[in-house]
């Protein structure tokens, strides 16, 4: 574990026993990152590394795997995930003017983590919500009828 950071070592620990029990196993490789996921939060370039060497394996296949499937995440996800639907109700009542203003309002792209690791903004094609459109989702919290001017006050319930 030499090149770890010394707040994961614990994680790794765990995820030894994932990799001893799926290693030598055909379609192991998504179990062994599914869990890493789960344990660490992520698969950043250490995490695939990591499993990599564990495996025997190139980091480039791990990657591929990671980037391949839309449920495996390269970089830590916020405490609070905004998912703003910009599906065709929600866009043709302004979506994509709220959700300009959540990219504004968080100093962040879309698909990423705000600095502070607080907010993580994504893109939706439905939330389901379509008689409350525009929506969006903080973690489990749905908002409809959202307009831009709405966006600073809510963001604040939550930085705060």
Partial sequence: MANISSERVEL???LDEV????????GGLIPIMQSAQRTIGCLDEEVQTYIADALNIPVTKVYGVATF????????????TINMCLG????VR?????????????????GRT??????????MRCIG????????????????????????DII????N
């Fill in 19 to 26: 990799i001893a029990k799926w290693k030598d196993e055909q």
């Fill in 12 to 14: 790794y620990k765990q």
């Fill in 69 to 80: 499937y839309s449920f495996f995440t390269l970089e830590a996800k916020g405490k609070y």
């Fill in 129 to 152: 919500c379509c008689g409350l459109a525009p929506a969006m989702m903080i973690n489990d919290d749905v908002y409809g009828k959202m307009t831009p001017e709405k966006v600073h």
């Fill in 94 to 110: 302004g979506a994509q003017g709220v959700f300009d203003e959540l990219c504004k309002e968080l100093n962040v792209q879309p």
């Fill in 156 to 159: 604040e319930k939550y930085r």
């Fill in 88 to 91: 065709t109700a929600c866009y």
């Fill in 114 to 123: 705000t600095s502070d690791g607080l907010f993580t903004l994504d893109a």
